[in-house]
């Protein structure tokens, strides 16, 4: 009975503990509950509509790009994409790989494998960090048999989301390209810069140009769908869209018509003088400008290349081939705000200087014999008697240098300056350059890091020597001393050679009145130099867009001639300016009295030829027309094309004719189908010989002489003396190389190539790939 007794007692308390325990834990419970239910009630509840809902953004369209007529040169078109939302579930794994076995034979990864698909889906979602619900692009531009594919196996592919994205469409081909840019994925760098801007990884980006510059206003705003999904993540129902807003629309100041008349002409003349023989003739540029406002009508820079590649569905074969041709090209390059060496179209700049200073008046003249010291005119015998407009008109050096060497270089500086030379003109795009007025504190900052180089070349000799003869026996030392002097003598040769360029020569102040020497200035800088003569002295701020428009029609904003200043030079000396051109298209011998014979309008104009080293003349016309009332201004250039009025004049005849017929002309004139693929037709081409033979005669060769202060040995060609052969100044040569193998990433060929390959020259305001050496002085052989 005792032992009954305890036994009971002792279950009785257990039974109490256990009684105990529960009630606590449903305590516990009940409170935890109360504190869920009462306290965080509404940071579950969304963390469970989180859980069902997805917003799945809406990508908005880009602005449309319009000409100054209304004419879309730059719209959108829909295309599919596909984009992958990491859900944490476990099997993402096979999701991606069921994907990546759909995707093989999309041009976006052709070529390679299941495997090699799935790496790079993994690649793009570690980039992104696996965030849930946040979408990554895999695929831009699929096909629609590879969306039926994944519809039909939407149950097992959780997270695969398939979109329509909004690309850009070109509807001219490569009409005012690279003036426009082009668009491409955001890179990593680029978006963590611009994180607090709204961007998320896979938006669009302006990469160059228009599209770079205008980015905040071409961009929209992204919308959003709102879906129900169930517990595997699959979507089951559309709760809502918030529709994305379009980005604004820019109306440009360009001249569809006119652009593609510009773009045309550029084409067909370099074609032109390849075929006489200039077979470096490969590039050139062309601006046409309102000189009554600064408006830019036309803005051509050859050769082009067909947008649609950033934006087609390319294979990595097709992409390479692509982008190793602009890579070679340099098509990137808009060449219209690049720097080339002016040749004689700077000799206004010269003329202007002497007349504003009274160093010369309109009645000085000289009789020119062809020579000018150690100078050779480019037409052998001279001139005859020559006063500053028939000066301008058959382009004579000898008047130039006998001037020049009145003026020196800081007038003549001071006179390029005033009219807007060697300063960047404040166009919107990215990548122009101030360009280069020579100088003596110019000339010595080039030379100077080259002979800094050479003198550690040969003290690096010396202290190697050093040591060798501080251990060689007597025996030794004269052959080791030998030795280093005979590696000391070129580079001491060479160091003698340079040290003489550190200062201003003469025959630099008669190279810089003619153009030449290290001049440089973009084909922008000359039109406006040009339009400021015309206009009577009003330098405008060159500009492409005349308004934003938001997508409801409303001005976001507008944008109107803009005066930079008014050239300092009397009405008086412009007038003579403007004479002298003028004479330069008459009969019998203005050296563009051929190119331009016959023409229903009146104009002015100035032909250049600039001696590059080591290579064809650089062809460069500027010119306005009508001369009694400008309206346009224009400047051509055309890398190695040989002679200003043949190769460059030329396609500025086709401009001006094309300007001038296009007037009355329809918005679309010209903008058929046919042009937006690049076919050109043929087009009549102007006589390039002026009458009577004159100025643009048969090409004389060139002479060499010696300044009289020159170094022993050196003769004059075209190189400053002391310039070692086949060796440019700093800042010379061409800064740009075929890229290696560049593949598109697994989005597409509608992927960016590099951002810091192709635009512009990387080379902070030394000349484009298309100059070789800064620093070339010499004369034109023919005009």
């Known amino acids: 009975m005792a032992t009954n007794g305890v036994t009971a007692k002792s279950l009785e308390k257990k039974l109490r503990v256990l009684l105990g325990m529960v009630i606590a834990a449903f305590t516990v419970l009940v409170i935890r509950l109360a504190y869920l239910q009462l ?10 509509q989180q859980n069902h809902l997805r917003l799945i953004p809406i990508i908005a369209p880009r602005g449309e790009i319009l000409d100054r007529n209304g004419v879309r040169i730059v719209g959108n078109q829909p295309v599919y994409t596909i984009s992958f939302a990491y859900l944490g579930i476990e099997d993402t794994d096979r999701v991606i790989a069921r994907l990546a076995r759909i995707l093989v034979g999309e041009k976006t990864f052709q070529g390679m494998s299941v495997a090699e698909i799935e790496q790079e889906i993994h ?35 959780p997270g695969v989301l398939i979109d329509v994205r909004p690309v850009r469409h070109y509807p001219y081909g490569d009409l005012l390209v690279p003036t426009l840019g082009y668009v491409g994925i955001m890179d990593q760098k680029e978006l963590e810069e611009n994180k607090d ?5 896979g938006d669009s980006w302006g990469k160059d140009g228009l599209e770079k510059s205008f980015e905040s206003y071409l961009r929209g705003q992204r919308g959003a769908r709102q879906v129900e999904v169930d517990a595997q993540g699959r979507p089951v129902r559309d709760l809502g869209i918030k529709e994305p807003v379009p980005g604004n629309n820019l109306v440009l100041t360009i001249d569809a018509r006119l652009q593609r008349a510009v773009q045309d002409a550029l084409a067909r003349g370099i074609a032109r003088v390849q075929k006489e023989g200039y077979s470096q003739a490969r590039a050139g540029a062309a601006v ?87 100078k050779v005119d480019w ?158 002295g009003v330098l405008y701020k060159p500009y492409l867009v005349k308004k934003v428009v938001a997508p409801d029609g409303q001005t976001v904003a507008q944008f109107s001639p803009q005066e930079i200043r008014r050239v300092n030079v009397s009405g008086r000396t412009l007038e003579i300016l403007r004479r002298g051109m003028h004479e330069v298209t008459l009969p019998p011998d203005g050296t563009a009295a051929g190119v331009l014979a016959g023409t229903g309008y009146s104009s002015a104009a100035k032909t250049g030829t600039a001696e590059v080293h080591g290579h064809d003349n650089h062809a460069l016309f500027v010119a306005f027309a009508p001369y009694e009332k400008p309206e346009v201004a224009l400047a051509v250039v055309v890398e190695y094309g040989g002679h200003g009025s043949s190769a460059a ?116 305001g030394s000349p484009p790939p298309s100059q070789d050496v800064p620093g070339i002085p010499g004369h034109e052989s023919n005009e």
């Open 649 to 764: 004049g030329s396609v500025a005849r086709e401009i001006l004719d094309a300007y001038f017929n296009l007037k009355n002309a329809p918005p679309t004139a010209g903008l058929s189908v046919e042009r937006a693929t690049g076919a050109l037709r043929a087009a009549p081409v102007p006589s390039r010989r002026p009458a009577g033979g004159s100025g643009s005669g048969n090409v004389q060769p060139r002479r060499t002489t010696t300044p009289p202060d020159a170094s022993p040995g050196e003769q004059r060609y075209g190189v400053s003396p002391g310039q070692p052969a086949g060796e440019s100044p700093p800042g010379a040569g061409n800064e740009q190389s075929t890229p290696p193998d560049v593949l598109p990433p697994s989005g597409g060929g509608g992927a960016a190539p590099p951002s810091n390959t192709g635009n512009q020259p990387s080379n902070n």
């Open 197 to 201: 801007k709204g961007y998320r990884l």
């Open 379 to 536: 037409k052998p015998g001279g001139h005859g008697r020559v006063d500053v407009v028939r000066a301008l008109k058959v382009s004579c050096d000898t008047f130039f240098w006998t001037v020049g060497a009145m003026l020196g270089p800081e007038p003549i500086a001071r006179y390029a300056r005033e009219f807007g030379l060697g300063q960047k003109t404040g166009l919107e795009l990215p990548g122009e350059h101030a360009g280069r007025i020579p100088g003596p504190e110019q000339k010595y900052n080039l030379w100077k890091p080259l002979l800094d180089s050479v003198q550690k070349q040969m003290d690096d000799i010396r202290k190697e020597y050093e040591k060798r003869l501080a251990s060689a026996g007597e025996g030794e030392k004269a052959a080791l001393e030998r030795e280093m002097n005979r590696r000391l003598a070129p580079l001491q040769d060479r160091y003698n050679k340079i040290e003489w360029e550190l200062k201003w020569r003469e025959y630099d102040t008669l190279d810089m009145a003619i153009g030449q020497g290290n001049n440089y200035y973009t084909p922008l800088q000359l039109a406006n130099y040009v339009a400021a003569i015309a206009n009577g």
């Open 288 to 374: 046409v400008l309102d000189v009554r406002t600064g408006e830019i009508l036309a803005l051509a820079s050859h050769p082009t290349y067909d947008p649609t590649i950033f934006t087609r569905d390319l294979s990595r074969q097709e992409w390479n081939a692509a982008w190793a041709k602009i890579a070679r090209d340099q098509s990137l390059l808009n060449r219209a705000i690049a720097l080339y060496p002016p040749g004689s179209t700077f000799k206004m700049v010269v003329a202007a200087a002497a007349l504003e200073l009274g160093k010369i008046t309109p009645q000085f003249a000289i009789s020119d014999t062809g020579r000018y010291k150690y």
């Open 39 to 48: 306290v965080e009630a509404d940071k579950y509840q969304m963390m469970a």
């Open 123 to 157: 690649k793009k979602l570690n980039e992104q960090k696996l965030r849930l619900y946040e979408p990554v692009p895999i695929a831009d531009k699929v096909s629609s048999e590879t969306v039926s594919r994944i519809e039909e196996q939407r149950l097992e592919l």
